[in-house]
Structures are given as C-alpha cells and as structure tokens.
C-alpha cells in the first residue's frame, strides 16, 4: 500500500528547510531586532500629569504639575492647614488670574467630608474683616470651596501675618473649626516668576 503522507513529509521538509538554506545564502537578520532596550527613568523626576514642589517660600509651597513636553508647567502656591493637635485638615491652593478678570487671584479650599455645608467657610486677615464663601462641589477627597480675591485682598495677604480659616463640623453644628493660613513667606512666594498667571 503506497504511503499516502510521503509526499506531505517530503513537502513539510522542504518548506521547513527553505528558510534556513536562504538565511545561509543572505546577510543574517539581527536576532534582538525586536527586543526592548528601555529608556531611562530619571528617578525622583516626576512623570506627566504628576504635581511636584518646585519651591518653598517660608510656610508656602509652590506646587507645580508636570506638563506635556513643550509645555510650561502649571504652578499653584499651596498650604496644608493643620488643627492645634498638628492633624491635617485642610489644604489651600492659590494662583494669580490675567488682568482683566474680575478677580485678581483664585484660591480652592479642601475641608473633609464631614464639614456642615449650610454654613459657609468664614476667612479673616489678622482679625480684621470676615468674608464667607460658600462650597462649591463635594468628591472623594473633600469639599471644595473655589473662591477669587480682590487686588486688595492680595495686598492685605502680603502685609498679614495670618489668616484664620473657619468650618462647622457636621456632626457638631454648635461648634467651629479654626485652622490658621500662614502668610510667612506668601508674598515671594505670590511674586514668583514660575507663578505665572493662570489662562
């Protein structure tokens, strides 16, 4: 009885071979061709769409997010607020605004979850005057208040010593949280040329 799968081993060995016959007669294909070398990892550098400090103005600090290459890198002056037993409770972040906007600089104001909305957040400078800002929205990590100042309120920040930050606890609504804002360091911080307007 003739072999039927002669002629297909004969025909699998041929194709199998044909390969390598043709690699002896051509120039040899580099075998890491396709391999990954890597790139280099500059640790401690952040990557894109990481914030980092760029620098520290006294108890200011200027928080910056790393940028598309090409790009300048926004820049925000930061404070994490502290209660009197040194918890974090708060943080404030803070950039100018071009002229011509109705406010001179903006600020976003972080407070836990657990802050009794209905009463808004209470800001002073020094003692002098209060204003109150009411919270704009509420996600995972707080409740936000998004809030501008005047010229003049910036003015009062750069000759103010400290500002007092003032929140109603939810499940205590008769008592109040203050939190002071250090200005020590605020004015060179603001003044900084990173700290470039906001678009």
Known sequence: MRNVFQPLMISLLIALAGPAVAQETEEPADPAADLSMGTPVNEGEPQEGQPYIRDEYGDWALRCLRAPEGQADPCQLYQLLLDAEGNAVAE?????????????????????????????????????????????????????????????????????????????????PDQTVDLAISLNGFTAGYDAPSNVAAE
């Open 92 to 172: 404030i972040s803070l950039f100018p605004l071009p002229e011509g906007s109705r406010a001179a600089a903006g600020a976003t104001i972080v407070v836990p979850l657990e802050t009794l909305l209905t009463e808004n957040l209470i800001m002073s400078v020094d003692g002098g005057q209060t204003r109150e800002y009411p919270f704009t929205f509420c996600n995972r990590a707080g409740c936000v208040a998004r809030i501008g100042f005047s010229q003049a309120d910036i003015d009062l920040f750069k000759r103010g010593a400290q500002a007092q930050l003032t929140m109603v606890p939810a499940a205590a």
